[in-house]
């Protein structure tokens, strides 16, 4: 059996510890195991109220909420710190979809500054690798940098004081100055550890939760390798082209958007994002794959056919859910599908 047929049947918790993953990916494969879901949500909404609406409603059924941050209207603090609050608390991870494309030093700037201000909030970004390997080794630098910056400095400083002849207590004076004797660094940064057995009773899963702890403030990154767009140009040469990026930086790329698993080699470990995943109405999920579109050039896939056929590790899903009558009955018709796909395919 070759590499790509056998890490397909390794299951989320054994692909966690294998040598050299990522730590945010580590992270997220033991979070998919111990939430049971493989579901992302794509957050396709215009304001920052229907935004961390729609995360309170599903946030419990899916793994990770995919943000446009350059439509939300009112985009600013309020919404970094409210989706900070819920994903914290509904236990997924954000992931920006800029797919960030240019020179070097201007995605930089994307991802750090301006009204935004990916870095700080989002755990993943993505982006296109048209414009050459560069892209990848400028966001890495300003991951790297993100992530010593946000290492906390602890300082203790003690007050001298003069002690009198006379042996008298120390009387205080205003132009004394205190002295640094110690420094201590705190990395906030998550070693996961095997979370319990998975559990379908609450209690079970909220006390693996807490074992499993929060997400560490490393950053990763997906590479586009292909779309679910009908006509698109990625393909073929450039798909191979992200998959050579992404192994000369398996320490940020974390894995790619493809339609398919691009896992080849045996240091391969990559984990696969696939968009476009539909479900049919509710009493009608005999067919494997939805041929019709949304008119706008998407072509759609069951989560059966995306994960089991094709080896989609992550399903993303978006007008599916958000635009459903019931959106948190939705979503877990959703994350079922998609997990019972998972545990067939490794079954």
């Not at 004076?173 to 319990?196: A, K, L, N, Y």
Request: proline letters at 4%; charged letters at 25%.
């Amino acid at each position: 059996m070759d590499h790509h047929a056998t890490l397909l049947r390794q299951s989320f918790a054994a692909r966690a510890v294998l040598p050299g993953t990522h730590p945010l990916a580590r992270f997220l494969l033991h979070l998919m195991t111990t939430k049971r879901t493989n579901l992302c949500l794509s957050a396709d909404v215009s304001s920052t109220a229907q935004l961390l609406e729609l995360a309170e409603d599903v946030g419990d059924s899916i793994c990770m909420l995919k943000t446009h941050a350059d439509i939300i209207d009112d985009f600013g603090q309020k919404t970094i710190d409210g989706l900070r609050e819920v994903a914290a608390r509904k236990r997924f991870l954000v992931f920006e979809d800029r797919k960030l494309g240019d020179i070097g030093s201007t995605v930089q700037r994307q991802y750090t500054s301006g009204p935004c201000r990916i870095v700080e909030w989002a755990s993943i970004v993505n982006a296109h690798v048209f414009p050459g390997p560069a892209i990848v080794s400028a966001l890495r630098a300003a991951a790297e940098s993100f992530l010593k910056s946000s290492t906390h400095t602890v300082t203790t400083e003690i007050t001298a004081a003069a002690e009198p002849d006379d042996g008298s207590e120390p009387v205080g004076r205003t132009d004394r100055q205190g002295s640094i004797v110690s420094t201590t660094t705190i990395e906030t940064r998550v070693e996961t550890s095997h979370p319990r057995a998975e559990s379908s009773d609450v209690e079970g899963v909220a006390a693996a939760l807490d074992d499993l702890g929060q997400p560490p403030l490393d950053r990763g990154l997906l590479l586009l390798a292909e779309m679910s767009s009908e006509g698109n140009l990625m393909g073929g040469e450039y798909t191979a082209r992200c998959v050579e990026m992404a192994r000369e930086h398996r320490d940020f790329c974390l894995g790619f958007i493809s339609q398919k698993s691009l896992n080849g080699q045996p240091e391969d470990n990559f984990i696969t994002f696939t968009p476009g995943v539909s479900l049919p109405p509710k009493g009608a999920e005999n067919g494997v794959r939805q041929t019709n579109g949304d008119g706008l050039g998407q072509q759609y896939n069951t989560p059966r056919a995306a994960v089991l056929q094709n080896g989609a590790d992550v399903v993303i899903v978006g007008r599916g859910i958000y635009k459903a009558r019931n959106r948190v009955t939705e979503a877990e018709r959703y994350r079922k599908e998609a997990w019972r796909a998972y545990e067939e395919r490794v079954r």
